[in-house]
């Protein structure tokens, strides 16, 4: 199990990008979070086996590339904080 934490820099906010995230997630069996961050950036957290991970972060950067100016991927072990990769496992974080 891997995680990944993904700021996405762009026109990101107040264009759909967390609720369009938690739609692509339903194709995933993944577990985390997705949210705005004072600064501008979209934060997703994700958890899960590593192609699972990575294919939503592709999916969301497919999804949203007009929006997104920049996406940082960092890779660390999963924590388990979010509990079981589900298929839809992504939730807003507020």
């Known amino acids: 199990m891997t995680r990944y934490t993904v700021h996405f820099t762009g026109h990101v906010q107040g264009v759909g990008f967390r609720l369009t995230t938690c739609n692509v997630a339903r194709d995933f ?12 950036r979209v934060e997703l957290i994700a958890e899960g086996a590593p192609d699972q991970v990575k ?31 589900v298929f839809g496992g992504v939730r807003v974080a507020y």
């Open 29 to 40: 069996l993944v577990a985390g979070t997705v949210r705005n961050l004072s600064d501008g």
């Open 55 to 85: 294919g939503l972060v592709d999916a969301v950067k497919d999804r949203m590339n007009d929006h997104i100016q920049k996406a940082t991927v960092d890779e660390s072990p999963a924590t388990g904080e979010f509990g079981e990769p």
